[in-house]
């Protein structure tokens, strides 16, 4: 008889695969000690990466290493590198070491996270998690929540949940809010002419009497307004709306809040950022992305609802086929809280992060992106001839723009400093006026890091078009 397990045509032998591992790690710890000398984005073209990795399909064996060798000097080197000391576009992902072992292991098991039968070890670590997160982001005791993939599921996952509690109906966000949070509400099936986009005010925040004004106007046409969603960190400048007088306004009028904090919310875990973010915790539903700021790798996203069967009540099913791996009374099937049915623990590694450092030094990590964007903003007004100021460091991101700099010249040095690879950062639009935009969340960026980029940028032609 043939033993199926040495019939395995896709196996290999013990002292292969302990090999292939130890390569593996040993790449990944040589990227991460040494990243500070690589570039901190890389782009390349679809034909040359092509004539590398692809043609036809491979028909026999080829030697794993080597494989492996080409994926890591060919493919992970060219994109951006959120965890590099020097990118500062968009949000930084600088994920902690723990949160890649957590995610190696529950890869390597093959983990799934969805009925109670099916992964109850995970679905424990992941409850955990979530109340982690609830305690230290000040939400109440009964919140519930789930991973998903990051800010745009998890934002339109708590979109759901308020349409099930409140019905359909006007929506009010603001003109900083995330594009991906319009998108989820037409995804979601609301029409445009229920999407009501307000503009802010001069620090980019709500206009509180705009917004009242609104909600009124559309109650006597006799339409439904059913949410606000709020800004706990906006992508832009930081700004976060005023969400203890929004928080009131939703009760009175009793509209569900929503608070998008998927990169700036877990700044409350320390004492300035929980300042800034007051009244974030009085949300009906809440976004983080601990891909972010909570040092996570890809992909991890989290939404928290204060109301406990509010997510269950907008995604529960019972089909015939799950009968035998459904959870009993006392038991969490993760599937009936998202649209996710397979899916993956992401909790190993937020998991695994906590229990080992503690939140105090993730605090600290959380406080430094925030005092690394304090001295930003101290070398731009150190240089009031080449830069000027345009908003104050905010929750890890400072804005700025270079004298004498045309519409699209802010463009053009993102794309010089870019296409050079040692730095990167972004440029945006601020109040139709564009601006240069730092975004400092790795604890790993120094003085130098921030001096040089600085220096580069000042160094690049301007040509005031």
């Known amino acids: 008889m043939t033993n199926q397990r040495d019939s395995d045509t896709l196996g290999m032998a013990e002292a292969e695969m302990r090999a292939l591992g130890h390569q593996m790690v040993d790449m990944v710890i040589d990227h991460l000690v040494g990243r500070a000398d690589e570039k901190a984005i890389e782009v390349t073209d679809r034909a040359s990466l092509e004539s590398v990795i692809g043609g036809p399909v491979p028909q026999g064996p080829f030697d794993a290493a080597d494989a492996l060798a080409m994926l890591r000097t060919h493919v992970v080197p060219k994109q951006q590198h959120g965890d590099h000391p020097r990118y500062f576009a968009r949000v930084p992902s600088p994920a902690a070491f723990t949160g890649i072992l957590g995610d190696w292991l529950g890869t390597g098991f093959n983990t799934i996270a969805t009925s109670w039968v099916g992964g109850s070890g995970t679905a424990v670590t992941e409850l955990i998690v979530i109340d982690w997160l609830r305690q230290a982001l000040g939400m109440p005791e009964g919140t519930q929540g789930i991973i998903v993939s990051g800010g745009s599921l998890a934002n339109f996952t708590a979109f759901a949940a308020a349409f099930a509690a409140k019905g359909r109906g006007v929506v009010y966000m603001n003109d900083q809010t995330h594009s991906s949070l319009k998108r989820n509400l037409t995804a979601a099936g609301l029409g445009l002419d229920d999407i009501r986009v307000l503009k802010t005010n001069a ?112 995604f529960a099913m019972s089909p015939e086929y799950l009968k035998d791996v459904m959870g009993g009374e006392d038991q969490v099937d993760l599937f009936n809280r998202s649209l996710e049915l397979s899916r993956k623990t992401r909790a190993l590694k937020l998991w695994l992060t906590f229990k080992t450092h503690g939140s105090v030094k993730i605090a600290a990590a959380i406080q430094a992106g925030m005092d690394i964007a304090a001295r930003a903003q101290a070398m731009v007004e150190a240089q009031p001839k080449t830069w000027e100021l345009v908003t104050a460091a905010k929750l890890g991101i400072v804005t700025f723009a270079r004298r004498g700099a045309g519409p699209k010249d802010h463009a053009r040095l993102v794309a010089q400093l870019t296409d050079d690879g040692w730095a990167t950062l972004s440029s945006t639009s601020i109040q139709g006026r564009s601006v240069l935009r730092l975004c400092t969340l790795n604890p790993l960026t120094s003085d130098a890091d921030l001096h040089g980029t600085l220096v580069r940028l000042a160094q690049m032609a301007v040509t005031g078009d």
């Open 203 to 314: 620090q980019q925040e709500y206009d509180l009497a705009t917004l009242k004004a609104a909600i009124a106007e559309d109650r006597a046409a006799g339409r439904k307004p059913v949410m606000i969603i709020g800004n706990a960190g906006t992508t832009n400048t930081g700004a976060v709306d005023p969400l203890p007088q929004i928080a009131d306004l939703a009760r009175r009028e009793d509209l569900w809040l929503h608070v998008d904090g998927a990169y700036g919310g877990p700044a409350a875990m320390t004492v300035q950022g929980a300042q800034d973010l007051a009244g974030m915790e009085l949300a009906d539903s809440l976004v983080i992305d601990p891909h972010k700021w909570l040092f996570q790798p890809y992909d991890c996203g989290v939404v928290l609802v204060r109301h406990p069967g509010a997510l269950e009540r907008a």
